[in-house]
């Protein structure tokens, strides 16, 4: 906020971390300037937040379900690499002045 001072809002992708947001807000004065703005779980931390004006608001997020599809993503990521073909090897020859090798890549077959 000393580098940017005339912000105006704050989105903030975690309640937890918000805190710290919160903090330099009031520690600047800034309560009554800047909105701040967080992901959260309905926790009811997250209420008392809101009350005391700490948060100016929470968007609520599924994390069971963000978690369900990161899961799914991850797993259906697995199961696409194990039926590729393995990598190509490698071959290495070094530079004109032989000082470091240069990896490349075998072409296609080989």
């Known amino acids: 906020m000393q580098q940017n001072p005339d912000i105006c809002g704050i989105i903030d992708f975690w309640d937890g971390d918000a805190?710290?947001?919160a903090a330099a807000i009031r520690d600047a004065k800034l309560q009554d300037k800047v909105f701040l703005v967080t992901t959260g779980g309905g926790e009811t931390v997250d209420c008392n937040y809101i009350n005391d004006g700490t948060f100016g608001a929470v968007v609520m997020t599924d994390l069971?379900?963000?978690?369900?599809?990161?899961?799914?993503?991850?797993?259906?990521?697995?199961?696409?690499?194990?039926?590729?073909?393995?990598?190509?090897?490698?071959?290495?020859?070094w530079s004109a002045r032989g000082r470091k090798p240069i990896s490349r890549q075998a072409p296609a077959g080989i």
Not at 76 to 89: F, L
Request: include cysteine.
């Open 19 to 21: 805190t710290g947001a």
């Open 64 to 93: 069971a379900g963000q978690s369900r599809d990161m899961n799914a993503i991850v797993n259906s990521c697995c199961k696409a690499a194990s039926r590729r073909a393995p990598p190509r090897p490698t071959s290495t020859r």
